[in-house]
C-alpha cells in the first residue's frame, strides 16, 4: 500500500539501491571488509601488549627530573625556593667565549670604533703625578716608569695613611658628615658598561673622580666623573675577560697599573704605560673574590673555587700559599686597617671568619673567630678605624661586631633578597665608623649607624631609576659615594 503512495523518484532511487547492493554482493565487498577490520584489530591488541612488556629498570637508576617554571609550580616570581648556590652561579654557568691565554693589548680589547687613547693617556699622567706627589712627601722612591711602583714600601703606606688622616681633620673642622647634605646630581650619572656590575671602585687619588667598574660579560668601564664632553659623560669600554668580573684593584702607589680577576679563573694586570692587559694567573676554578693587604703590594689574595684561598707573589709570579678555609666559595676579602695581620672572609657556607695571617708555611691561619648566618654571607668588612666589622647575609640581616675580639654581636633586619637578576647587596663603611651603606629594593640607599643599630637615613631621588647594589666610598673625597646598578649605570652621591 505504501509503495502505491511513492513518487516517480522515490521508486527509481529504491531500484538504484537494490541493484547497487546486487552489484556488491556479487563482489564480495562486504566480506572483504570485514576480514580487513579484524586485522587491524588484531594489531592494536598486539602492539598495545608489547609495549607494556618492556623491561624494568633498575632502582638504582637516577630520576628523571621534570623542570617546572615557578608559575607553574604556584609560587610567585621571586627568588624564594631557590638555594643559595642556585642564586650565586647564574654567570658561573653561563656559556662563555674561549679564555684567551696571553696577553691582551689594550688596543684589541677596546670596544669602540676607533682606539681611544686619551684614557692611557689620562691614567698615565695621574700615576706619574701621583708619584711624583708621593716623592715629595717622602713617601718613598720610585715611579710606574722604573718597575719599582709594586714593591713594598712601608712609608708610602704610613704617608697614605698620615695623608687620608689629614684629609679627614680638615673636614672635621669644617663640619662633620650630614647625611641630609648627601645628594645626587644629574651630571653624576653614567651608564658605564653594558651589562650587570659586579663591582665597582674608585681610583684611589686626590686629584681625580674616576670609577672603574666590571659587569657579569667581562666588560671593564672607566668613567672620569670630573670631565664631560659635549657627548655626554667620558666613558671608555674594554673587554679583557670571557666571564663575570669578580674583583678589581687600582695599585695605590702606581695607578696605572690595575688588576682583575674573573670567574672563568683569570687574573689580568692592566698596564696603561704599555698598554696592555697581561696575563699574571689562570686557574681552572672559578675566581669569586679579589683584595690586597695595604702594606703589601706584592700579594694578590683570591677567592678560589669551593672555599679556596689562594695567594699569589708577583715577584715570582707563582702561589705562596693555598688553603681550603671555608665549605663554599669566598665571596670578600678584606684586611684589617688596624691589625695588618687580620683577614676577613664571607662566605656562601652561611659564615663570616676572622683569621690570623701570622702562620708558617706549613700551617693555615687560624681562625680568630667565627660569625654564623641562616644563609649565605656575601661580604664581610671592616671599618675604616678596624674596631668593627659589617656583614651582609641572604638571611635579611646586617651583622655587626665589635669589642677587643669583635664579642659584642648584634643583628638587625634587612631585605636583602635581590632575586637572580640583581647583584647581591653588600653594605660597606662610609669613611669613618659612623655609617654603614647599602642599596635598598626601593632604588635607595639605606644607611645604618652602627651605634643605634637602625636605619637612620634613606638615601633618594628622582634621578634614580635603579636599584644601587655594589658601592664604594671615594678614600680622598668625604662624602663621594658610588652605587653601581645590575643596568651598568652608576650612581655619585656627593656632599654639598
Known amino acids: 500500500?505504501?509503495?502505491?503512495?511513492?513518487?516517480?523518484?522515490?521508486?527509481?532511487?529504491?531500484?538504484?539501491?537494490?541493484?547497487?547492493?546486487?552489484?556488491?554482493?556479487?563482489?564480495?565487498?562486504?566480506?572483504?571488509?570485514?576480514?580487513v577490520s579484524a586485522a587491524a584489530k588484531r594489531s592494536r591488541v598486539?602492539?598495545?601488549?608489547?609495549?607494556?612488556?618492556?623491561?624494568?629498570?633498575?632502582?638504582?637508576?637516577?630520576?628523571?627530573?621534570?623542570?617546572?617554571?615557578?608559575?607553574?609550580?604556584?609560587?610567585?616570581?621571586?627568588?624564594?625556593?631557590?638555594?643559595?648556590?642556585?642564586?650565586?652561579?647564574?654567570?658561573?654557568?653561563?656559556?662563555?667565549?674561549?679564555?684567551?691565554?696571553?696577553?691582551?693589548?689594550?688596543?684589541?680589547?677596546?670596544?669602540?670604533?676607533?682606539?681611544?687613547?686619551?684614557?692611557?693617556?689620562?691614567i698615565v699622567g695621574l700615576a706619574?703625578?701621583?708619584?711624583?706627589?708621593?716623592?715629595?712627601?717622602?713617601?718613598?722612591?720610585?715611579?710606574?716608569?722604573?718597575?719599582?711602583?709594586?714593591?713594598?714600601?712601608?712609608?708610602?703606606?704610613?704617608?697614605?695613611?698620615?695623608?687620608?688622616?689629614?684629609?679627614?681633620?680638615?673636614?672635621?673642622?669644617?663640619?662633620?658628615?650630614?647625611?641630609?647634605?648627601?645628594?645626587?646630581?644629574?651630571d653624576n650619572i653614567a651608564r658605564v658598561v653594558p651589562s650587570r656590575i659586579t663591582t665597582a671602585r674608585f681610583f684611589p687619588s686626590s686629584s681625580v673622580k674616576m670609577i672603574v667598574t666590571g659587569d657579569k660579560l667581562g666588560n671593564l668601564g672607566f668613567w672620569n666623573c670630573d670631565s664631560v664632553?659635549?657627548?655626554?659623560?667620558?666613558?671608555?669600554?674594554?673587554?679583557?675577560?670571557?666571564?663575570?668580573?669578580s674583583g678589581i684593584l687600582v695599585q695605590r702607589y702606581c695607578l696605572s697599573k690595575i688588576y682583575t680577576s674573573c670567574y672563568d679563573g683569570l687574573v689580568r694586570l692592566m698596564d696603561a704605560e704599555k698598554e696592555i692587559f697581561d696575563l699574571v694567573?689562570?686557574?681552572?676554578?672559578?675566581?669569586?673574590?679579589?683584595?690586597?693587604?695595604?702594606?703589601?703590594?706584592?700579594?694578590?689574595?683570591?677567592?678560589?673555587?669551593?672555599?679556596?684561598?689562594?695567594?699569589?707573589?708577583s715577584r715570582t709570579g707563582k702561589c705562596t700559599s693555598q688553603w681550603v678555609l671555608h665549605g663554599s666559595r669566598i665571596n670578600t676579602i678584606d684586611f684589617n686597617q688596624e691589625n695588618l695581620h687580620m683577614?676577613?672572609?664571607?662566605?656562601?657556607?652561611?659564615?663570616?671568619?676572622?683569621?690570623?695571617?701570622?702562620y708558617n708555611k706549613k700551617s693555615k691561619p687560624s681562625a680568630l673567630r667565627t660569625f654564623t648566618h641562616q644563609r649565605a654571607v656575601h661580604s664581610a668588612y671592616f671599618s675604616p678605624s678596624g674596631r668593627s666589622l659589617a656583614t651582609t647575609s641572604?638571611?635579611?640581616?646586617?651583622?655587626?661586631?665589635?669589642?677587643v675580639n669583635f664579642e659584642n654581636a648584634s643583628t638587625m633586619f634587612h631585605f636583602n633578597q635581590t632575586g637572580r637578576w640583581l647583584s647581591t647587596f653588600r653594605g660597606i663603611w662610609g669613611w669613618d665608623d659612623s655609617y654603614?651603606?647599602?642599596?635598598?629594593?626601593?632604588?635607595?640607599?639605606?644607611?645604618?649607624?652602627?651605634?643605634?643599630?637602625?636605619?637612620?637615613?634613606?638615601?633618594?631621588?628622582?634621578?634614580?631609576?635603579a636599584i644601587p647594589c655594589r658601592f664604594d666610598a671615594h678614600p680622598f673625597e668625604i662624602g663621594t659615594l658610588a652605587g653601581a646598578t645590575s643596568g651598568g649605570q652608576v650612581y655619585v652621591w656627593t656632599s654639598s
Open 229 to 245: 664632553n659635549n657627548e655626554g659623560n667620558e666613558v671608555h669600554l674594554y673587554h679583557p675577560h670571557p666571564a663575570a668580573i
Open 281 to 313: 694567573f689562570n686557574s681552572d676554578e672559578t675566581l669569586y673574590s679579589l683584595s690586597q693587604p695595604n702594606n703589601d703590594a706584592n700579594c694578590l689574595y683570591f677567592g678560589e673555587g669551593p672555599g679556596g684561598l689562594t695567594i699569589w707573589d
Open 1 to 35: 500500500m505504501a509503495s502505491q503512495n511513492l513518487t516517480e523518484y522515490e521508486r527509481k532511487r529504491l531500484e538504484n539501491i537494490r541493484r547497487n547492493d546486487e552489484m556488491l554482493a556479487a563482489l564480495k565487498i562486504h566480506s572483504k571488509a570485514s576480514e
Open 46 to 122: 598486539a602492539s598495545k601488549s608489547y609495549t607494556l612488556k618492556s623491561e624494568k629498570k633498575p632502582k638504582t637508576e637516577t630520576p628523571v627530573v621534570i623542570r617546572r617554571s615557578l608559575r607553574s609550580r604556584g609560587m610567585p616570581p621571586d627568588s624564594e625556593g631557590l638555594k643559595d648556590v642556585a642564586l650565586e652561579s647564574v654567570n658561573v654557568t653561563e656559556k662563555s667565549p674561549a679564555k684567551v691565554l696571553g696577553p691582551l693589548s689594550m688596543r684589541d680589547a677596546y670596544e669602540g670604533d676607533e682606539f681611544d687613547r686619551s684614557l692611557v693617556e689620562a
Open 128 to 186: 706619574k703625578k701621583e708619584a711624583h706627589s708621593h716623592a715629595l712627601n717622602g713617601e718613598g722612591i720610585g715611579s710606574c716608569a722604573d718597575g719599582n711602583a709594586l714593591n713594598v714600601v712601608k712609608e708610602r703606606s704610613v704617608g697614605a695613611s698620615c695623608d687620608l688622616e689629614r684629609r679627614k681633620e680638615e673636614y672635621k673642622v669644617r663640619g662633620t658628615l650630614k647625611l641630609e647634605s648627601l645628594t645626587l646630581d644629574s
Open 394 to 403: 641572604l638571611d635579611n640581616t646586617i651583622g655587626i661586631y665589635d669589642g
Open 436 to 465: 654603614i651603606f647599602v642599596g635598598n629594593m626601593k632604588r635607595g640607599v639605606d644607611v645604618i649607624s652602627p651605634v643605634h643599630k637602625k636605619i637612620v637615613r634613606t638615601l633618594q631621588s628622582p634621578h634614580m631609576s
Open 343 to 358: 683577614m676577613a672572609t664571607s662566605s656562601s657556607d652561611g659564615t663570616a671568619c676572622t683569621w690570623d695571617l701570622r
